[in-house]
Protein backbone atom coordinates (compact mmCIF):
# COMPACT_ATOMS: atom_id res chain seq x y z
CA UNK A 1 0.00 0.00 0.00
CA UNK A 2 1.60 3.13 -1.00
CA UNK A 3 1.77 5.93 2.07
CA UNK A 4 1.63 9.66 1.81
CA UNK A 5 3.73 11.94 4.08
CA UNK A 6 2.06 14.85 5.63
CA UNK A 7 4.15 18.18 5.12
CA UNK A 8 3.98 20.74 7.30
CA UNK A 9 5.99 23.46 5.36
CA UNK A 10 5.28 23.08 1.67
CA UNK A 11 6.74 26.73 0.90
CA UNK A 12 10.07 26.13 3.11
CA UNK A 13 8.91 29.14 4.49
CA UNK A 14 7.30 29.05 8.32
CA UNK A 15 5.33 32.09 7.62
CA UNK A 16 4.35 31.30 4.17
CA UNK A 17 3.10 27.89 5.25
CA UNK A 18 1.36 29.14 8.36
CA UNK A 19 -0.63 31.77 6.40
CA UNK A 20 -1.94 29.02 3.82
CA UNK A 21 -2.96 26.74 6.73
CA UNK A 22 -5.14 29.42 8.45
CA UNK A 23 -6.80 30.56 5.49
CA UNK A 24 -9.85 27.43 5.87
CA UNK A 25 -10.26 29.06 9.44
CA UNK A 26 -9.91 32.88 8.47
CA UNK A 27 -12.64 32.29 5.89
CA UNK A 28 -14.92 30.73 8.05
CA UNK A 29 -14.88 32.82 10.94
CA UNK A 30 -14.77 35.72 8.48
CA UNK A 31 -18.15 34.95 6.25
CA UNK A 32 -19.70 33.58 9.77
CA UNK A 33 -19.07 36.77 11.63
CA UNK A 34 -19.66 38.87 8.95
CA UNK A 35 -23.46 37.59 9.05
CA UNK A 36 -23.65 38.36 5.17
CA UNK A 37 -23.63 34.18 4.90
CA UNK A 38 -25.70 31.66 6.46
CA UNK A 39 -23.98 29.39 8.42
CA UNK A 40 -24.08 26.07 6.54
CA UNK A 41 -23.09 27.92 3.19
CA UNK A 42 -19.85 29.22 5.21
CA UNK A 43 -18.84 25.81 6.27
CA UNK A 44 -19.83 24.15 2.95
CA UNK A 45 -17.52 26.93 1.45
CA UNK A 46 -14.77 26.55 3.95
CA UNK A 47 -14.63 22.81 3.59
CA UNK A 48 -13.95 23.29 -0.57
CA UNK A 49 -11.34 26.27 0.56
CA UNK A 50 -9.68 23.39 2.36
CA UNK A 51 -9.93 20.68 0.01
CA UNK A 52 -7.85 23.16 -2.37
CA UNK A 53 -5.20 24.17 0.52
CA UNK A 54 -5.19 20.44 1.16
CA UNK A 55 -4.55 18.86 -2.40
CA UNK A 56 -3.02 21.84 -4.20
CA UNK A 57 -1.10 24.13 -1.45
CA UNK A 58 0.19 20.82 0.90
CA UNK A 59 0.06 18.23 -2.15
CA UNK A 60 -2.27 15.77 -0.09
CA UNK A 61 -3.79 13.33 -2.84
CA UNK A 62 -7.23 14.29 -4.21
CA UNK A 63 -8.80 10.79 -3.15
CA UNK A 64 -7.53 11.22 0.50
CA UNK A 65 -8.82 14.40 0.60
CA UNK A 66 -12.04 13.25 -0.78
CA UNK A 67 -12.07 10.20 1.85
CA UNK A 68 -11.19 12.39 4.87
CA UNK A 69 -13.88 14.67 3.93
CA UNK A 70 -16.03 11.71 3.80
CA UNK A 71 -14.77 10.35 7.17
CA UNK A 72 -15.49 13.90 8.66
CA UNK A 73 -19.10 13.98 7.48
CA UNK A 74 -20.03 11.01 8.72
CA UNK A 75 -18.30 11.73 12.79
CA UNK A 76 -20.23 15.16 11.95
CA UNK A 77 -23.59 13.39 12.07
CA UNK A 78 -22.32 10.84 14.62
CA UNK A 79 -22.02 11.89 17.41
CA UNK A 80 -22.44 15.36 17.36
CA UNK A 81 -25.25 15.70 15.25
CA UNK A 82 -27.09 12.71 16.65
CA UNK A 83 -26.85 14.18 19.98
CA UNK A 84 -28.43 17.28 19.15
CA UNK A 85 -31.36 16.17 16.93
CA UNK A 86 -32.47 14.08 19.98
CA UNK A 87 -32.06 16.60 22.62
CA UNK A 88 -34.31 19.49 20.50
CA UNK A 89 -36.82 16.30 19.83
CA UNK A 90 -36.99 16.09 23.74
CA UNK A 91 -37.12 19.73 24.32
CA UNK A 92 -39.77 19.89 21.45
CA UNK A 93 -42.06 17.36 23.05
CA UNK A 94 -41.96 18.86 26.25
CA UNK A 95 -43.07 22.19 24.90
CA UNK A 96 -45.95 20.99 23.33
CA UNK A 97 -47.71 19.28 26.10
CA UNK A 98 -46.95 22.50 28.36
CA UNK A 99 -44.60 20.57 30.65
CA UNK A 100 -41.67 22.73 29.69
CA UNK A 101 -43.88 25.83 30.87
CA UNK A 102 -44.12 24.17 34.31
CA UNK A 103 -40.38 23.47 34.45
CA UNK A 104 -40.26 27.06 33.95
CA UNK A 105 -42.48 27.73 36.81
CA UNK A 106 -40.33 25.49 39.20
CA UNK A 107 -37.09 27.37 38.23
CA UNK A 108 -38.61 30.66 39.12
CA UNK A 109 -39.59 29.27 42.36
CA UNK A 110 -36.31 28.59 43.45
CA UNK A 111 -35.66 32.65 42.63
CA UNK A 112 -36.54 34.81 39.75
CA UNK A 113 -33.50 36.45 40.01
CA UNK A 114 -32.33 36.41 36.25
CA UNK A 115 -28.76 36.56 37.35
CA UNK A 116 -29.02 33.47 39.70
CA UNK A 117 -31.04 31.75 36.72
CA UNK A 118 -28.27 31.85 35.20
CA UNK A 119 -25.51 30.40 37.57
CA UNK A 120 -28.54 27.55 38.72
CA UNK A 121 -28.77 26.54 35.09
CA UNK A 122 -26.25 27.73 32.43
CA UNK A 123 -23.02 26.70 34.98
CA UNK A 124 -24.15 23.98 37.41
CA UNK A 125 -26.78 22.61 35.77
CA UNK A 126 -24.74 22.84 31.98
CA UNK A 127 -21.50 21.22 34.14
CA UNK A 128 -23.48 18.22 35.02
CA UNK A 129 -24.43 17.15 31.24
CA UNK A 130 -21.06 18.23 30.48
CA UNK A 131 -19.39 15.75 32.91
CA UNK A 132 -22.32 12.98 32.04
CA UNK A 133 -22.31 13.65 28.03
CA UNK A 134 -20.22 16.27 26.47
CA UNK A 135 -19.89 17.00 22.85
CA UNK A 136 -22.33 19.42 23.06
CA UNK A 137 -25.05 18.53 25.18
CA UNK A 138 -24.75 21.06 27.59
CA UNK A 139 -25.14 23.68 25.66
CA UNK A 140 -28.04 22.30 23.76
CA UNK A 141 -30.02 21.66 26.99
CA UNK A 142 -29.14 25.19 28.81
CA UNK A 143 -29.73 26.95 26.02
CA UNK A 144 -33.52 25.56 25.50
CA UNK A 145 -34.26 25.70 28.85
CA UNK A 146 -32.77 29.57 29.50
CA UNK A 147 -34.80 30.63 26.36
CA UNK A 148 -38.13 28.62 27.58
CA UNK A 149 -37.48 30.91 30.81
CA UNK A 150 -37.66 33.79 28.93
CA UNK A 151 -34.17 34.96 28.43
CA UNK A 152 -33.39 36.75 25.16
CA UNK A 153 -32.36 34.54 22.46
CA UNK A 154 -28.33 35.82 22.26
CA UNK A 155 -28.39 35.91 26.25
CA UNK A 156 -29.82 32.03 26.01
CA UNK A 157 -26.80 30.94 23.01
CA UNK A 158 -23.86 33.34 24.37
CA UNK A 159 -23.96 32.65 28.31
CA UNK A 160 -24.56 28.90 27.65
CA UNK A 161 -21.45 29.10 25.93
CA UNK A 162 -19.67 30.98 28.28
CA UNK A 163 -20.93 28.92 31.10
CA UNK A 164 -19.27 25.83 29.36
CA UNK A 165 -15.85 26.09 29.67
CA UNK A 166 -14.53 25.45 33.08
CA UNK A 167 -15.95 21.81 33.24
CA UNK A 168 -14.92 20.88 29.69
CA UNK A 169 -11.74 19.69 30.50
CA UNK A 170 -13.54 16.67 32.23
CA UNK A 171 -16.06 16.28 30.25
CA UNK A 172 -18.20 12.75 28.96
CA UNK A 173 -16.31 11.31 32.02
CA UNK A 174 -12.70 12.33 30.95
CA UNK A 175 -12.69 11.45 27.57
CA UNK A 176 -10.63 14.45 27.17
CA UNK A 177 -8.89 13.54 29.44
CA UNK A 178 -8.07 9.93 28.25
CA UNK A 179 -7.78 11.08 24.69
CA UNK A 180 -4.42 13.24 26.16
CA UNK A 181 -3.13 10.17 27.92
CA UNK A 182 -3.42 8.08 24.66
CA UNK A 183 -1.31 9.95 23.19
CA UNK A 184 1.60 11.09 25.66
CA UNK A 185 1.77 8.08 27.83
CA UNK A 186 1.52 9.83 31.02
CA UNK A 187 -1.11 8.36 33.46
CA UNK A 188 -4.25 10.21 33.18
CA UNK A 189 -4.98 10.23 37.15
CA UNK A 190 -1.79 12.54 36.88
CA UNK A 191 -3.19 14.79 34.06
CA UNK A 192 -6.01 14.62 35.44
CA UNK A 193 -4.59 16.33 38.69
CA UNK A 194 -2.70 18.53 37.04
CA UNK A 195 -5.31 20.28 35.15
CA UNK A 196 -7.34 20.37 38.71
CA UNK A 197 -4.84 22.63 39.39
CA UNK A 198 -5.62 25.38 36.50
CA UNK A 199 -9.14 24.95 36.08
CA UNK A 200 -10.47 25.41 39.81
CA UNK A 201 -9.16 29.48 39.75
CA UNK A 202 -11.56 29.79 36.27
CA UNK A 203 -14.32 27.96 37.86
CA UNK A 204 -14.24 30.89 40.42
CA UNK A 205 -13.95 33.18 37.84
CA UNK A 206 -16.34 31.61 35.15
CA UNK A 207 -19.48 32.44 37.17
CA UNK A 208 -18.30 36.14 38.07
CA UNK A 209 -17.37 36.50 34.76
CA UNK A 210 -20.76 35.13 33.61
CA UNK A 211 -22.78 37.69 35.36
CA UNK A 212 -21.06 40.50 34.53
CA UNK A 213 -21.40 40.05 30.87
CA UNK A 214 -25.09 39.35 31.68
CA UNK A 215 -25.98 42.24 34.32
CA UNK A 216 -22.77 44.36 34.55
CA UNK A 217 -20.18 44.74 36.84
CA UNK A 218 -23.19 46.77 39.44
CA UNK A 219 -25.01 43.78 38.54
CA UNK A 220 -22.69 41.21 39.74
CA UNK A 221 -21.92 42.57 42.91
CA UNK A 222 -25.22 42.85 44.07
CA UNK A 223 -25.01 38.53 44.09
CA UNK A 224 -21.57 38.21 44.75
CA UNK A 225 -22.24 35.88 47.63
CA UNK A 226 -24.30 33.95 45.89
CA UNK A 227 -21.92 33.43 42.81
CA UNK A 228 -19.04 32.61 45.24
CA UNK A 229 -20.61 30.06 46.73
CA UNK A 230 -21.83 28.50 43.09
CA UNK A 231 -18.13 28.51 42.07
CA UNK A 232 -16.13 28.47 45.25
CA UNK A 233 -18.05 25.13 45.63
CA UNK A 234 -17.88 24.03 42.31
CA UNK A 235 -14.09 24.70 41.93
CA UNK A 236 -13.04 23.22 45.65
CA UNK A 237 -15.29 19.55 44.48
CA UNK A 238 -12.45 20.06 40.99
CA UNK A 239 -10.04 20.34 43.05
CA UNK A 240 -10.56 17.69 45.18
CA UNK A 241 -12.09 14.62 43.22
CA UNK A 242 -9.20 15.43 40.83
CA UNK A 243 -6.81 15.68 42.84
CA UNK A 244 -7.53 12.67 45.42
CA UNK A 245 -10.08 10.37 43.73
CA UNK A 246 -10.60 10.08 39.98
CA UNK A 247 -10.81 12.40 36.58
CA UNK A 248 -13.49 10.49 35.05
CA UNK A 249 -16.29 11.94 37.85
CA UNK A 250 -14.95 15.58 38.31
CA UNK A 251 -17.87 17.16 36.77
CA UNK A 252 -20.75 15.41 37.84
CA UNK A 253 -19.71 15.18 41.27
CA UNK A 254 -18.53 19.44 41.16
CA UNK A 255 -21.44 19.99 39.81
CA UNK A 256 -23.88 18.13 42.11
CA UNK A 257 -22.16 20.16 45.08
CA UNK A 258 -22.57 23.50 43.43
CA UNK A 259 -26.39 22.82 42.35
CA UNK A 260 -26.75 21.53 46.06
CA UNK A 261 -24.49 24.65 47.70
CA UNK A 262 -26.34 27.00 45.86
CA UNK A 263 -29.97 26.01 46.81
CA UNK A 264 -29.12 25.39 50.41
CA UNK A 265 -27.76 29.28 50.03
CA UNK A 266 -30.92 30.57 48.59
CA UNK A 267 -33.10 29.06 51.41
CA UNK A 268 -31.07 31.68 53.76
CA UNK A 269 -29.99 34.35 51.56
CA UNK A 270 -31.83 36.98 49.01
CA UNK A 271 -30.69 39.78 46.86
CA UNK A 272 -32.02 43.23 47.80
CA UNK A 273 -32.80 43.68 44.47
CA UNK A 274 -34.51 41.08 41.97
CA UNK A 275 -33.44 41.51 38.43
CA UNK A 276 -36.17 40.70 36.44
CA UNK A 277 -35.11 41.65 32.94
CA UNK A 278 -34.31 38.43 30.29
CA UNK A 279 -31.60 40.39 27.86
CA UNK A 280 -28.41 41.50 28.11
CA UNK A 281 -27.12 44.59 29.99
CA UNK A 282 -27.02 47.56 27.27
CA UNK A 283 -27.28 46.31 23.69
CA UNK A 284 -29.06 43.57 22.87
CA UNK A 285 -29.78 42.87 19.14
CA UNK A 286 -31.84 39.61 19.71
CA UNK A 287 -34.70 41.34 21.66
CA UNK A 288 -37.86 40.92 20.09
CA UNK A 289 -36.75 38.12 17.87
CA UNK A 290 -39.44 35.46 17.45
CA UNK A 291 -37.79 31.94 18.57
CA UNK A 292 -40.54 30.58 17.16
CA UNK A 293 -39.38 28.65 13.91
CA UNK A 294 -38.72 25.47 15.11
CA UNK A 295 -36.85 25.18 17.70
CA UNK A 296 -37.53 26.67 21.12
CA UNK A 297 -40.84 27.74 21.68
CA UNK A 298 -42.54 30.48 23.29
CA UNK A 299 -43.79 29.65 26.79
CA UNK A 300 -48.28 30.70 26.57
CA UNK A 301 -48.60 33.62 28.54
CA UNK A 302 -50.85 33.58 31.68
CA UNK A 303 -50.50 30.48 32.74
CA UNK A 304 -52.25 28.99 36.07
CA UNK A 305 -49.52 28.32 38.57
CA UNK A 306 -48.48 24.19 38.82
CA UNK A 307 -49.08 22.16 41.67
CA UNK A 308 -46.19 20.18 43.24
CA UNK A 309 -47.37 17.41 41.27
CA UNK A 310 -47.35 19.07 37.74
CA UNK A 311 -43.58 20.95 39.19
CA UNK A 312 -42.52 17.43 39.85
CA UNK A 313 -43.89 15.33 36.61
CA UNK A 314 -42.18 18.53 34.45
CA UNK A 315 -38.63 17.71 35.76
CA UNK A 316 -39.25 13.79 35.12
CA UNK A 317 -38.09 13.86 31.57
CA UNK A 318 -34.72 16.08 32.22
CA UNK A 319 -34.17 13.49 35.32
CA UNK A 320 -34.55 10.62 32.96
CA UNK A 321 -32.09 11.86 30.91
CA UNK A 322 -30.16 12.96 33.55
CA UNK A 323 -29.86 9.64 34.44
CA UNK A 324 -29.80 7.56 31.22
CA UNK A 325 -26.98 9.72 29.92
CA UNK A 326 -25.15 9.01 33.21
CA UNK A 327 -25.17 5.24 32.52
CA UNK A 328 -24.96 5.71 28.85
CA UNK A 329 -21.07 7.71 29.40
CA UNK A 330 -19.83 4.96 32.10
CA UNK A 331 -17.14 2.62 30.92
CA UNK A 332 -19.52 -1.07 32.51
CA UNK A 333 -21.91 -0.02 29.95
CA UNK A 334 -19.85 0.69 27.13
CA UNK A 335 -18.08 -2.33 27.73
CA UNK A 336 -21.53 -4.26 27.49
CA UNK A 337 -23.08 -2.87 24.74
CA UNK A 338 -19.63 -2.02 22.23
CA UNK A 339 -18.84 -5.75 21.30
CA UNK A 340 -22.51 -6.31 20.41
CA UNK A 341 -23.38 -3.12 18.84
CA UNK A 342 -20.75 -2.14 17.07
CA UNK A 343 -19.66 -1.95 13.35
CA UNK A 344 -16.21 -0.62 12.46
CA UNK A 345 -15.56 0.52 9.12
CA UNK A 346 -11.82 1.08 8.17
CA UNK A 347 -12.00 3.95 5.68
CA UNK A 348 -10.39 2.01 2.52
CA UNK A 349 -7.90 4.15 1.51
CA UNK A 350 -7.25 6.33 4.53
CA UNK A 351 -6.91 3.91 7.11
CA UNK A 352 -3.34 3.31 7.75
CA UNK A 353 -2.10 5.52 4.63
CA UNK A 354 -1.19 9.55 5.45
CA UNK A 355 1.94 8.89 8.11
CA UNK A 356 2.40 11.53 10.62
CA UNK A 357 6.26 12.84 10.94
CA UNK A 358 8.68 14.52 13.05
CA UNK A 359 8.64 17.05 14.48
CA UNK A 360 4.84 16.48 14.98
CA UNK A 361 5.52 13.17 16.73
CA UNK A 362 8.86 11.24 17.74
CA UNK A 363 8.69 9.16 15.08
CA UNK A 364 6.74 8.54 11.87
CA UNK A 365 3.67 6.80 12.39
CA UNK A 366 0.04 5.85 10.02
CA UNK A 367 -2.86 7.91 10.82
CA UNK A 368 -5.87 5.20 11.45
CA UNK A 369 -9.32 6.01 10.02
CA UNK A 370 -11.82 3.25 11.48
CA UNK A 371 -15.14 4.82 12.02
CA UNK A 372 -16.38 2.85 14.63
CA UNK A 373 -20.23 3.05 14.57
CA UNK A 374 -20.64 2.09 18.22
CA UNK A 375 -24.39 3.14 17.73
CA UNK A 376 -25.92 2.15 20.82
CA UNK A 377 -23.53 3.32 23.48
CA UNK A 378 -23.73 7.00 21.42
CA UNK A 379 -24.75 9.95 23.98
CA UNK A 380 -27.42 10.72 21.48
CA UNK A 381 -28.98 6.95 21.57
CA UNK A 382 -29.46 7.73 25.21
CA UNK A 383 -30.91 10.67 24.55
CA UNK A 384 -33.68 9.56 21.91
CA UNK A 385 -34.32 6.77 24.60
CA UNK A 386 -34.81 9.15 26.89
CA UNK A 387 -37.20 11.03 24.93
CA UNK A 388 -39.10 8.01 23.66
CA UNK A 389 -39.89 7.12 27.28
CA UNK A 390 -40.64 10.74 28.54
CA UNK A 391 -43.08 11.02 25.19
CA UNK A 392 -44.98 7.64 26.68
CA UNK A 393 -45.11 9.08 29.98
CA UNK A 394 -47.18 12.48 28.53
CA UNK A 395 -48.58 10.34 26.54
CA UNK A 396 -48.14 11.53 23.20
CA UNK A 397 -49.01 8.34 20.77
CA UNK A 398 -46.71 6.53 18.34
CA UNK A 399 -47.65 7.93 15.33
CA UNK A 400 -47.27 11.93 17.03
CA UNK A 401 -43.74 10.86 18.31
CA UNK A 402 -42.56 9.36 14.97
CA UNK A 403 -44.43 12.58 12.90
CA UNK A 404 -42.66 14.96 15.54
CA UNK A 405 -39.10 13.31 14.91
CA UNK A 406 -39.52 13.83 11.20
CA UNK A 407 -41.14 18.07 11.98
CA UNK A 408 -37.28 18.26 14.17
CA UNK A 409 -35.00 16.65 11.26
CA UNK A 410 -36.72 19.26 9.15
CA UNK A 411 -35.62 21.98 11.36
CA UNK A 412 -32.36 21.08 11.98
CA UNK A 413 -31.97 20.85 8.20
CA UNK A 414 -29.58 23.44 7.63
CA UNK A 415 -27.92 22.92 11.19
CA UNK A 416 -27.17 19.17 10.51
CA UNK A 417 -25.64 20.07 7.53
CA UNK A 418 -23.34 22.77 9.19
CA UNK A 419 -21.85 20.49 11.67
CA UNK A 420 -21.01 17.86 9.28
CA UNK A 421 -18.89 20.25 7.15
CA UNK A 422 -17.22 21.80 10.41
CA UNK A 423 -16.47 18.59 11.27
CA UNK A 424 -15.42 17.52 7.45
CA UNK A 425 -13.12 20.65 7.22
CA UNK A 426 -11.32 19.54 10.83
CA UNK A 427 -10.96 15.94 10.08
CA UNK A 428 -9.39 17.44 6.87
CA UNK A 429 -6.87 19.47 8.01
CA UNK A 430 -5.64 17.33 10.50
CA UNK A 431 -5.00 13.97 8.01
CA UNK A 432 -3.42 16.94 6.01
CA UNK A 433 -1.24 17.70 8.47
CA UNK A 434 -2.70 21.68 7.99
CA UNK A 435 -3.41 21.73 11.51
CA UNK A 436 0.00 20.51 12.71
CA UNK A 437 1.78 23.41 10.62
CA UNK A 438 -0.49 25.99 12.67
CA UNK A 439 0.65 23.84 15.83
CA UNK A 440 4.26 23.80 14.67
CA UNK A 441 3.93 27.69 14.57
CA UNK A 442 3.20 28.07 18.26
CA UNK A 443 5.85 25.34 19.18
CA UNK A 444 8.56 27.96 18.15
CA UNK A 445 7.91 31.07 21.01
CA UNK A 446 10.91 29.67 23.25
CA UNK A 447 10.56 31.07 26.58
CA UNK A 448 6.91 32.11 26.01
CA UNK A 449 6.01 28.72 24.78
CA UNK A 450 4.02 27.79 28.29
CA UNK A 451 1.63 31.18 27.30
CA UNK A 452 1.24 29.79 23.34
CA UNK A 453 1.25 26.38 24.11
CA UNK A 454 -1.61 27.18 26.34
CA UNK A 455 -3.32 29.32 23.16
CA UNK A 456 -2.46 25.98 21.07
CA UNK A 457 -5.46 23.76 23.04
CA UNK A 458 -7.33 27.06 22.01
CA UNK A 459 -6.59 26.87 18.52
CA UNK A 460 -7.24 22.66 18.60
CA UNK A 461 -10.53 23.35 20.24
CA UNK A 462 -11.60 26.46 18.00
CA UNK A 463 -10.51 23.95 14.84
CA UNK A 464 -11.98 20.98 16.11
CA UNK A 465 -14.94 21.60 18.29
CA UNK A 466 -13.80 19.25 20.58
CA UNK A 467 -11.48 19.45 24.14
CA UNK A 468 -10.98 15.71 23.21
CA UNK A 469 -9.45 15.99 20.03
CA UNK A 470 -7.85 18.80 20.36
CA UNK A 471 -5.37 16.85 22.99
CA UNK A 472 -5.36 14.27 20.49
CA UNK A 473 -3.94 16.63 17.65
CA UNK A 474 -1.71 18.19 19.79
CA UNK A 475 -1.07 16.52 23.02
CA UNK A 476 2.23 14.89 21.81
CA UNK A 477 3.46 17.83 20.26
CA UNK A 478 2.83 19.72 23.72
CA UNK A 479 5.23 16.71 25.55
CA UNK A 480 7.65 16.85 22.40
CA UNK A 481 8.41 21.11 22.54
CA UNK A 482 8.27 20.80 26.13
CA UNK A 483 11.23 18.39 26.74
CA UNK A 484 13.59 20.34 24.15
CA UNK A 485 12.32 23.23 25.89
CA UNK A 486 13.49 21.92 29.69
CA UNK A 487 9.95 22.03 30.62
CA UNK A 488 7.40 19.77 32.32
CA UNK A 489 6.06 17.53 29.75
CA UNK A 490 2.99 16.89 31.99
CA UNK A 491 2.14 20.63 32.39
CA UNK A 492 1.56 21.64 29.02
CA UNK A 493 0.14 18.62 28.12
CA UNK A 494 -2.22 19.55 30.75
CA UNK A 495 -2.32 23.41 29.29
CA UNK A 496 -3.81 22.00 26.12
CA UNK A 497 -6.51 20.70 27.75
CA UNK A 498 -7.26 23.87 29.90
CA UNK A 499 -6.67 26.42 27.51
CA UNK A 500 -8.76 24.51 25.09
CA UNK A 501 -11.92 24.96 27.00
CA UNK A 502 -11.66 28.71 26.26
CA UNK A 503 -12.32 27.92 22.20
CA UNK A 504 -14.90 26.08 23.17
CA UNK A 505 -17.01 28.98 23.14
CA UNK A 506 -15.91 29.85 19.54
CA UNK A 507 -15.87 26.68 17.47
CA UNK A 508 -18.41 26.33 15.05
CA UNK A 509 -20.61 23.52 15.81
CA UNK A 510 -20.65 24.54 19.38
CA UNK A 511 -22.36 27.92 18.00
CA UNK A 512 -24.97 26.42 15.62
CA UNK A 513 -25.46 24.37 18.56
CA UNK A 514 -26.30 27.36 20.42
CA UNK A 515 -28.34 28.93 17.89
CA UNK A 516 -30.53 25.62 17.22
CA UNK A 517 -31.21 25.28 20.76
CA UNK A 518 -32.99 28.46 21.47
CA UNK A 519 -34.20 29.07 17.85
CA UNK A 520 -32.00 31.74 17.09
CA UNK A 521 -31.42 30.74 13.71
CA UNK A 522 -29.59 32.24 10.58
CA UNK A 523 -27.89 34.27 13.79
CA UNK A 524 -24.78 32.85 14.38
CA UNK A 525 -22.80 35.41 13.36
CA UNK A 526 -23.84 37.71 15.90
CA UNK A 527 -23.23 35.01 19.04
CA UNK A 528 -19.59 34.22 17.41
CA UNK A 529 -19.28 38.52 17.82
CA UNK A 530 -20.76 38.35 20.97
CA UNK A 531 -18.30 35.55 22.82
CA UNK A 532 -15.14 35.90 20.47
CA UNK A 533 -13.19 38.43 22.61
CA UNK A 534 -14.17 36.96 26.11
CA UNK A 535 -12.91 33.76 24.41
CA UNK A 536 -9.80 35.28 23.59
CA UNK A 537 -9.10 37.07 27.07
CA UNK A 538 -9.79 33.50 29.40
CA UNK A 539 -7.59 32.15 26.88
CA UNK A 540 -4.95 34.45 27.61
CA UNK A 541 -5.56 34.45 31.03
CA UNK A 542 -5.13 30.54 31.25
CA UNK A 543 -1.59 31.16 29.85
CA UNK A 544 -0.75 33.77 32.24
CA UNK A 545 -1.40 30.86 34.58
CA UNK A 546 0.85 28.26 33.08
CA UNK A 547 3.59 30.72 32.53
CA UNK A 548 3.64 31.33 36.50
CA UNK A 549 3.54 27.96 36.93
CA UNK A 550 6.14 26.89 34.99
CA UNK A 551 8.45 29.65 36.05
CA UNK A 552 7.25 31.40 38.69
CA UNK A 553 5.56 28.47 41.24
CA UNK A 554 6.79 25.24 39.65
CA UNK A 555 5.85 23.47 42.98
CA UNK A 556 1.88 23.96 41.64
CA UNK A 557 3.14 22.04 38.22
CA UNK A 558 4.02 18.97 40.72
CA UNK A 559 1.41 16.44 40.93
CA UNK A 560 1.63 12.20 42.46
CA UNK A 561 -0.49 9.50 42.36
CA UNK A 562 -3.64 10.21 43.64
Not at 233 to 238: E, Y
Not at 261 to 272: D, E, N, Q, S
Not at 334 to 346: G, L
Request: glycine fraction near 12%; charged fraction near 5%; include cysteine.
Amino acid sequence: MTTWNQVYDPFGNAWLSTLAASLPVIALLGMIASGKVQAHIAAVLSLVLAFCVAVFLFGMPGDLALRASGYGIALGLFPIGWIILNVIFLYRLTVEKGWFATLQQSVAGITTDRRLQLLLVAFAFGAFFEGAGGFGTPVAVTGAILIGLGFSPLAASGLSLIANTAPVAYGALGAPIQGLASVTGYDPYILGAMIGRQLPFFSVLVPFWLIWVFAGFRGMLQIWPAILVCGGSFALAQFGISNYVNPWIVDIGAALVSMGALVLFLKYWRPATIWTSPALRGNDPSLGYVTAKGGAMPTPAGARTASSREILMAWVPWIILSVIVAIWGTGWFKAIVNPIFTWRYEVPGLHNVIMKVPPVVATAHPEAAVFAFTYMSYTGTGVLLAALLSGLIMRFSPWRLVTAYLETIWVLRYSLITIAAMLALGVLTRYAGVDATLGLAFAGTGILYPFFGTLLGWLGVALTGSDTASNVLFGGLQKITSEQLGLSGILMASANSSGGVMGKMIDAQSIVVASTATGYFGQESKILRFVFWHSIVLACLVGVLVMLQAYVYPFTAMVIHP
